[in-house]
């Protein structure tokens, strides 16, 4: 497991944030042209000292979302290139985005308004989704497959499906799932309309899965849901509903690993779907913020982490997304 | 659920296609790019969507868009409101899909219309929106006015979604951005789910609009050709940029014969890749592609000697075409000399998320329709190609046909397509 995240670069600054139980400080970001309208997020600190890996040709002139993913991805497979070796590992890859390479993006698209002529020929291969998954392939260097998923934070598990669809068919011996976001001033001006209450947050996490268990830290996925759309005919209520209903009722020593904020208007149907939950519960987005898939990664990486750790038998994961989905995973403690 | 797996097949199922759908600068539906396609037509013109006084190159293969109502949607299933709320790419989108879905016979009132998966590529989704949001929020700040649509809208899952609530059903959405790779992705990624009996049936395609980011984006790089987009020609300068979708309807072999579907090709093989080697540019004697190609072949138990016709990724860039010449020589052997190659994007441009499934849709009017899509304004072969290109409109017995796509980032994917007689 890896992560970045406002706490920090690394999963254990991220679990030490969790079990402080006090949500991280905000900063406030300018937006161009409206000084009275201060938005505020959650940012991820500057590395101290620069992490050794930011000096890769492909990361020097990257966005900060791929140095995030990146060092998510150095952190979750750190142990398996001790036990393996990088020549006997066929890696996978699948990176997932809602936003993405926002601040490249915006980048280049002002300079475009400005004058196209202009526009810098450096910015806008950055901006591509697939720009984060290409950079850390390249640093890992021994991926063999690699796939970029664009959903709300629910397709982080579908992500994580993904992955395991491909080391079913033994396509890959290991694959990363990585969930990134950065931000910059139009993403917490985006989320106004939307979810007043909601503080942006950037970073990334990772998760390793692997078919050898002797490689395993401990945890093993047990179960995914289907994924429950919201459609005309099913309203995000019902699909909260229904992934919940596949996931099984409370067994004692378990977790749940839910995706709350501090909004009872976007809350409201997971809240419904989980009010028959008598365990223990953790809701990172309360710590960290609004990380959007960022956040998806740390709620399943949190999960794992505390079974990992022996605090619980096994965890649910609960991703009731925006606008997409929903679907549900369950860890389980190792053999 | 989507794990455990709860069966998997004693062999691969076999998956065939028994709906298409495209819209490009040719025109909408099957018949005129097929008429266009068949003949090497190009759907050049000035762009006429954003201002490109600025900018080195003036034209694109823009889409005629129609009116989007009631005649075109099942009465009731989209409002006037959530029309609205479309932007060009959701539009083109909705006409494939609703196409694909029409040919195919599929019914909403069917028991898995609740569960059926979408998997679609693109690399911008809603772009014109989010171009639209960030104008308004810079040049007017204080104006909030559809400023809430469009952050929702932007997002393409909210496209996918749209293509739902029109078709009248449900299911897990699926997006994949592999830049322009994503279209052959969704549908190879669909094959794939078919094939290993995780649904029975899938809709699957890619699409992409014209938007000013991205044509700035591919001018700033010099990548757009000043002259006439020219895949494999020796005197080539670059790539035209078009615009579009394609959708493709997949399911089981078993499946269609049970329900008497007319079938309109099979889907045989597929495979992805990732080349390491540069965000933009591909590994120059194009090894990654190789294995790409030779991993699709072995998955569909065909030799190159097989492939009746290749219809190239062919970008017209100096860098991709001979990347990708000489991993078709390579590939190819001795068969080389005689597989007719063509890349279809000289007549309607680089589809970006939509190429790789606009481009198996022709792939499949070619099966179907027997001949092969030249393309025209070809003189001079580039001495990388140990393949003939086609230049002139001909008929041909096609059998089996390959289609590549290649995308920023390194993500090759390779789909191979059979006729159905």
């Known amino acids: 497991m890896g992560a970045v995240s406002p706490a920090g670069w690394d999963v254990a600054a991220m679990r030490n944030a969790l079990d402080r139980g006090q949500p991280l400080p905000v900063q406030s970001l300018a937006r161009p042209g409206w000084d009275h309208r201060a938005l505020r ?19 020097r002139r990257s966005s900060p979302i791929s140095h995030y993913a990146a060092a998510a991805a150095l952190e979750a497979t750190a142990g398996l290139h001790a036990q393996v070796g990088d020549e006997a590992l066929r890696l996978g890859i699948v ?4 936003t993405g390479c926002v601040q490249y993006t915006c980048r280049f698209y002002e300079e475009t308004l400005k004058n196209p002529a202009t526009a810098s020929p450096l910015f806008f291969p950055e901006t591509v989704y697939a720009a984060p998954t290409s950079h850390v392939a390249t640093l890992l260097e021994n991926v063999v497959v690699a796939c970029t998923l664009v959903g709300d934070s629910s397709a982080y598990i579908q992500g994580v499906a993904l992955a395991s669809e491909w080391l079913a068919d033994r396509h890959v011996d290991a694959c990363l799932i990585i969930g990134a976001e950065e931000t910059n001033w139009i993403i917490p001006d985006a989320l106004l309309h939307l979810d007043r209450k909601a503080i942006v947050a950037a970073g990334a996490g990772a998760l390793c899965l692997c078919r050898d268990g002797t490689l395993s830290s401990g945890v093993e996925l047990a179960a995914i849901t289907d994924a429950h759309s919201f459609t005309s005919g099913r309203s995000r209520p019902l699909a909260a509903k229904t992934m919940r209903e596949q996931l099984g009722k409370c067994a004692p020593g378990e977790l749940l690993a839910d995706g709350l904020g501090n909004n009872p208007r976007t809350d409201g149907a997971e809240q419904v779907a989980w009010s028959d939950w008598t365990g223990a519960r953790i809701s990172p987005k309360r710590i960290f913020g609004e990380g ?29 997304g925006a606008n997409q989905q929903a679907l549900g995973a369950r860890v389980i403690a190792g053999q | 659920m989507l794990f455990p797996p709860s069966h998997f097949p004693s062999q691969p199922l076999r998956v065939v296609i028994t709906g298409a759908g495209l819209i490009t600068a040719l025109g909408r539906g099957w018949k005129p790019n097929a008429e266009g396609f068949r003949v090497g037509r190009r759907a050049f013109r000035p762009v006429s969507l954003f201002d490109v006084s600025h900018q080195r190159v003036k034209v694109a293969a823009e889409v005629d868009l129609p009116e989007l109502g009631s005649e075109v949607f099942p009465a009731g299933r989209l409002g006037r409101r959530q029309l609205d709320r479309l932007d060009r ?28 998966p979408l998997v679609l590529g693109t690399t911008s989704g809603g772009m014109l929106l989010g171009e639209a949001y960030y104008r308004q929020a810079v040049q ?60 029975e049936r899938v809709i699957a395609g890619g699409y992409d609009a014209l938007c000013q980011l991205v044509f700035c984006g591919f001018d700033s790089l010099q990548a757009l050709s000043p002259t006439a987009c020219r895949p494999f020609d020796a005197q080539r300068d670059g790539l035209a940029l078009g615009e579009g979708a394609g959708i493709v309807n997949l399911e089981t072999l078993d499946c269609a014969r049970r329900r008497g579907a007319e079938i309109l ?38 030799t190159p000697e097989e492939i009746d016709y290749l ?16 991993a078709i020589s390579t590939w190819a052997g001795r068969h080389a000399a005689t597989l007719p190659v063509s890349s279809t994007k000289a007549g309607i441009g680089h589809l970006l998320g939509g190429a790789g499934a606009v481009e198996a849709v022709v792939c499949l009017m070619a099966l179907r329709e027997q001949w092969v899509p030249p393309q025209t304004h070809f003189e001079t072969p580039d001495p990388a190609c140990k393949f003939p290109v086609v230049t002139q409109p001909h008929d041909a017995p096609l059998t089996t046909v390959l289609s590549n796509s290649f995308g920023f980032g390194g993500v090759n994917a390779t789909l191979i397509l059979r006729r159905w007689a």
């Open chain 2, 265 to 302: 090709g099979e889907l045989i093989g597929y495979s992805t890749s990732i080349d390491l080697h540069h965000l933009t540019q591909p590994q120059p004697n194009g090894n990654t592609t190789v294995t790409v190609m030779q991993q699709a072949c072995a998955k569909a138990g065909v």
């Open chain 1, 95 to 98: 990176v997932c985005l809602q």
């Open chain 2, 311 to 326: 219809n190239a990724h062919g970008t017209g860039t100096v860098l991709n075409d001979s990347s990708e010449a000489a």
């Open chain 1, 292 to 320: 959007m898939m960022a956040a998806a990664a740390w709620q399943f990486i949190l999960a794992c982490d505390a079974v990992a750790r022996g605090q619980y038998t096994a965890a649910n994961i609960s991703l009731v």
């Open chain 2, 89 to 116: 790419a959701g539009k083109m989108l909705l006409l494939a899909a609703q196409e694909s879905w029409r040919q195919s016979g599929w019914q909403s009132s069917e028991p898995d219309a609740d569960q059926l």
């Open chain 2, 140 to 199: 007017q700040p204080s104006r909030q006015r559809q400023q809430a649509t469009r952050a929702v809208q932007y997002q393409s899952q909210l496209q996918g979604r749209m293509v739902l609530d029109a078709l009248g059903c449900s299911g897990p959405i699926t997006v994949i951005s592999n830049a322009c790779a994503s279209g052959a992705n969704a549908i190879g990624h669909a094959w794939n789910m078919v094939r290993a009996g995780r649904a």
């Open chain 1, 41 to 59: 997020v959650r940012l991820v600190p500057t590395p101290i000292p620069r992490p050794e890996f930011l000096a890769h040709p492909r990361l």
